[in-house]
């Protein structure tokens, strides 16, 4: 295809509840979605979600914003593109900015679909039209607030609740939430890399409280650590910043340092990459799970149609649009039964309402036209 124009919308967001993490409080953000047009008239929407702050892997915000703007859309623009091209190319040798490059590659990912007359979802070959989801509980001042969250999320029909561990906010938050959910309910921690090797003995009590998984309990290059964690515990060991490309899996894999990986398209740098790695587990035989990092609708609706695929065998941190924003950028994405529907319509399926998009503090900037 070749690309017509390019524009970049930020529109201001207000999260329902701030995320607390170990890297600091979540309130507030800007979605960065990109539409690109092709010569035919075809429209696609993407989402660049890198974190505002601390950057979570790769780049941050504000540079990733100018990763897309100055240099990857001006590169992607010089070209014919298929979505194909990506596998072959690589982005022309472009390395990092992962971010970026998902939010223009799944705008092309939605054209691509649309000029099918198909979903998202059939061209990925998903094999479901609805997607069992997981919410996550951050961190909060005491353990008796972090169990009001954890039953709120259950009593409103999720189906596992992941929570946030750090360094003494893990075993008697553990064993409370353990306490409060039951011992059948799919419970699961993450702690975004904030213990170290001599953290291995308190990891391993945490068997105690029978969790799905333990997510990236070391710093992301820390693989030892994990496959030393993995080999002592009974708990599965889930893989997520230190998985940044499929050969940094591949690696992870033949070190035995996961038995989960949790694949989110925008820290691998695209669908292309996620499809990449969704093949590499479904051959080892390795569960694995899609993860949210705050999508607006626009984003969700990719991580959906990603989801739907047969080798993403566990539940995706993918929750209902009024788990995060007082409004959505698209229609709202509802739970229903624990459940969200991928969606249907062709390409990812939704678009941003003409209302938001019509607001006085949304910013349209067009940043390529042919
Ligand atoms: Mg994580």
């Not at 194909?84 to 992962?98: L, P, Q, S, V």
């Not at 008796?144 to 009593?155: I, K, S």
């Not at 609740?161 to 799919?186: C, N, T």
Request: with cysteine; charged share 20%.
């Amino acid at each position: 295809m070749r690309i017509e124009r390019i524009r970049v919308v930020r529109v201001p967001l207000v999260l329902v509840s701030p995320l607390r993490t170990s890297d600091g409080a979540h309130q507030s953000r800007d979605a960065v979605l990109v539409e690109v047009t092709d010569a035919s008239g075809y429209v696609g929407w993407g989402e660049n979600v890198a974190p505002v702050g601390v950057a979570y892997v790769d780049d941050s915000a504000q540079q990733s914003y100018e990763a897309m703007v100055n240099l990857l859309i001006p590169e992607v623009t010089q070209h014919e593109v298929f979505v194909a091209d990506f596998f072959a190319n690589n982005w022309w040798g472009i390395e990092g900015h992962h971010f970026a490059k998902h939010a223009i590659e799944s705008a092309l990912w939605d054209v691509h679909a649309k000029r099918q007359g198909k979903s998202l979802a059939s061209v990925l070959g998903g094999v479901t039209g609805v997607v069992e989801v997981g919410a996550v509980v951050g961190m909060h001042d005491t353990i008796d607030a972090v169990v009001d969250e954890v039953m709120q999320r259950v009593n409103e029909g999720y189906a596992r609740v992941k929570i946030k561990i750090a360094p003494g906010h893990d075993a008697e938050v553990l064993a409370a939430v353990r306490e409060a959910v039951g011992i059948e309910y799919a419970l699961q921690a993450d702690a975004n890399g904030a213990y170290s090797a001599s953290d291995i003995d308190l990891l391993c009590s945490f068997d105690a409280y029978a969790l799905q998984f333990i997510e990236q309990p070391f710093a992301a290059q820390d693989l030892d650590s994990h496959a030393q964690l993995s080999q002592r515990s009974a708990t599965s060991v889930c893989l997520d910043e230190s998985v940044m490309t499929t050969s940094q899996l591949l690696n992870a894999l033949d070190l035995g340092a996961c038995d989960v990986v949790n694949i989110k398209p925008s820290r691998v740098g695209g669908i292309r990459e996620a499809i990449a790695m969704h093949d590499l587990l479904v051959e080892r035989g390795v569960d694995a799970w899609v993860g949210g990092m705050l999508e607006t609708g626009i984003g969700r609706a990719s991580c959906l149609a990603l989801a739907s695929m047969p080798g993403f065998t566990l539940t995706p941190d993918l929750s209902a649009s009024a788990r995060y924003f007082q409004r959505d950028v698209t229609a709202p994405f509802v739970l229903d039964d624990g459940c969200l529907h991928v969606p249907q319509g062709i390409g990812i399926g939704v678009e941003p309402l003409e209302e938001v998009l019509a607001e006085e503090n949304v910013v349209i900037e067009t940043v390529f036209e042919h």
